[in-house]
């Protein structure tokens, strides 16, 4: 199977493109088996692990950084699997899919606050995160932002193009720096046709999205700032590997949870003070990870589970 591809448009963001010569893998190299395709090792996804194990890109990663020789290992046998939990499942239902979208897959390397999509604007690549950790964010009129979604390595970005769209009405920035998969919009398309395994995939990962979404609704409405809190927190330490630290100001946290900052300060000291978390400098390191789930409302488990219900 081989999916057509174009030129790449003129106004392709090259700067968040890998800029050193010879850095780019070939198809052989893909179809090693590194990435899963050609493994038959036991049938555990990333969720199931309770985390991508610790072998991810440095928090503060900047273009260019490489991971690709970094594979992710299943932690039983050693034998790796794809760090993107979507690409993993194709990997696993379909082979010659997933073998034939590797030979047009793009890794990419990105610094956070770089903007991908803007609301209203084509959509020229899909992106499927590895390391890297990404935020949608309605923009008001008079200026005010509010994240309505998250996304890394459990998902990816420009679902639109699935839906046969040609913009979003949000804007897609990088939260957390690191690598992650580029591909064509058209591309995709051709790729998730109705029929194919992937086109099932991106079927149940469109409805964990609405399930997210709404339950994100009912949390904003019904439960307190410190358990939103907390609630975020976990979702973001489990989406950079529940790694020791990583990148969080208050002010952006505000945007997360739609509060004003002095808001975010007494929850963020609340939860210092109870011994869950140590804040400095705008890194965040969690101390004591159960006490956090203690500390969320119900919300962030019922996610949990209906994407184990949904994508395993």
């Not at 998902?155 to 839906?163: A, D």
Request: hydrophobic share 40%; with cysteine.
């Amino acid at each position: 199977m081989q999916y057509a591809t174009s030129a790449a448009p003129a106004d392709t963001p090259e700067r968040y493109r890998d800029p050193r010569p010879g850095r780019l893998e070939t198809p052989d190299a893909r179809l090693t088996g590194r990435h899963g395709a050609d493994t038959d090792g036991p049938r555990r996804s990333l969720w199931e692990m309770g985390t991508v194990p610790a072998t991810r890109a440095p928090l503060e990663g900047t273009p260019g950084h490489d991971t690709r020789d970094h594979p992710v290992e299943d932690g039983q046998d050693g034998r790796p699997v794809e760090a993107n939990h979507l690409l993993w499942l194709l990997a696993r239902e379909s082979g010659a899919e997933y073998a034939a979208l590797l030979r047009v897959l793009e890794p990419v390397a990105l610094p956070r606050d770089a903007v991908l999509h803007e609301p209203g604007a084509p959509i020229p690549y899909v992106y499927f995160p590895r390391t890297s950790v990404w935020s949608l964010v309605k923009v008001m009129a008079d200026g005010r932002r509010v994240e309505v979604g998250t996304t890394g390595f459990e998902g990816m970005v420009g679902l639109p193009v699935f839906h046969d769209a040609e913009t979003m009405p949000f804007q897609c920035f990088v939260q957390v720096a690191g690598a992650a998969w580029q591909l064509r919009a058209d591309t995709f398309r051709g790729a998730v046709a109705q029929g194919t395994a992937f086109h099932r995939i991106m079927q149940r990962y469109a409805q964990y999205l609405f399930d997210q979404a709404a339950q994100s609704v009912a949390c904003n409405r019904l439960h307190s700032v410190d358990e939103r809190c907390a609630r975020w927190l976990l979702m973001t330490h489990d989406r950079v590997g529940r790694a020791e630290r990583f990148p969080l100001t208050h002010e952006f946290l505000a945007l997360m949870l739609g509060v004003r900052r002095a808001g975010v300060t007494v929850s963020m000291g609340a939860l210092q003070a109870a011994g869950l978390i140590r804040y400095s400098r705008g890194n965040i390191a969690v101390i004591d990870r159960a006490g956090l789930e203690g500390a969320s409302c119900e919300c962030y488990h019922s996610e949990r589970a209906d994407y184990r219900r949904l994508l395993g």
